[in-house]
């Protein structure tokens, strides 16, 4: 049986944008969704117990970004397995894992995207959803 493990999972990422919000909704700052532009930058999943995987879908927010990723497995949230390098374009980004994965916690890290601004510094890292699927 397959099943979308990481949903509603607790999950963190490596750093997170900090923008000021509008003076005229409040007066915190706001936490954004996007990542800094420094690479690497990674986001890990909690899946609760460890499963078998099968694969990884992430929904970037910039299907015209090529991201170069890699996808990593621990059983304790110490010591990770590096399972896949990929790399990419579109909305969604299917991967499949080798056979006889099994973990507790993924971490996706991406170290670059392109394009670069004409400056030469990277874009960052947006994504919308990250799937992980097994049983």
């Known amino acids: 049986m397959s099943w979308p493990s990481a949903r509603r999972r607790p999950r963190l990422p490596s750093r997170q944008e900090t923008r000021p919000a509008r003076a005229t909704t409040t007066t915190r700052p706001r936490v954004g969704a996007r990542r800094t532009a420094a690479f690497p930058q990674w986001w ?66 991406v170290t670059s995207a392109t394009p670069l601004y004409a400056n030469g510094t990277n874009t960052w890292v947006s994504f919308w959803e990250l799937s992980v699927t097994g049983y």
Request: proline share 3%; net charge positive; hydrophobic share 40%.
């Open 44 to 109: 890990r999943v909690d899946l609760g117990a460890t499963h078998s995987l099968v694969q990884v879908s992430i929904r970037f927010e910039y299907p015209d970004r090529k991201y170069f990723y890699l996808i990593e497995t621990s059983a304790d949230d110490a010591v990770y397995i590096q399972r896949i390098t990929a790399n990419g374009t579109g909305v969604t980004q299917t991967v499949a894992l080798p056979a006889n994965v099994s973990a507790r916690y993924v971490r996706v890290t």
